[in-house]
């Protein structure tokens, strides 16, 4: 059983940055995928960057590109999310996500995701 915990978030003026770290226990090796999805207030959760977790090909949604980067340190079995010139859109709570073996990509988001962490919340306001 795959555990995830966030860390990371924070209250941040609009332009500024945040690194988020998603460590992980349990055994992440069989993993394909790790993700961030995000939700933010009063809205439904939504995809923002997915890492292969052995290959390290990422996947972004549209609105990220460019401004946030999805990484993994397998030696420590923890994935980060850089993100940069933050704007108040991207306000939300952050999670990050596991599969057990098997995810995929398919129209701008990431399915099969087994193990979620908590959370950890971001605001942008200036």
């Known amino acids: 059983q795959v555990q995830l915990e966030e860390s990371g978030g924070g209250l941040v003026q609009p332009g500024e940055s945040l690194r988020l770290s998603c460590a992980a226990s349990?055994?992440?090796?069989?993993?394909?995928?790790m993700a961030w999805f995000r939700q933010p207030p009063e809205k439904e959760r939504e995809f923002v960057a997915a890492v292969l977790w052995n290959g390290g090909t990422t996947y972004y949604r549209n609105s990220v590109k460019g401004r946030f980067t999805i990484t993994r340190d397998k030696s420590k079995n923890t994935g980060y999310l850089q993100m940069d010139n933050l704007n108040p859109g991207d306000t939300a709570v952050y999670y990050c996500?596991?599969?057990?073996?098997?995810?995929?990509?398919?129209?701008?988001?990431?399915?099969?995701?087994?193990?979620w962490g908590k959370g950890t919340p971001v605001t942008v306001s200036s």
């Open positions: 349990g055994g992440i090796s069989n993993t394909n995928a």
């Open positions: 996500a596991a599969d057990s073996g098997s995810s995929w990509y398919v129209g701008g988001s990431f399915y099969g995701m087994d193990f």
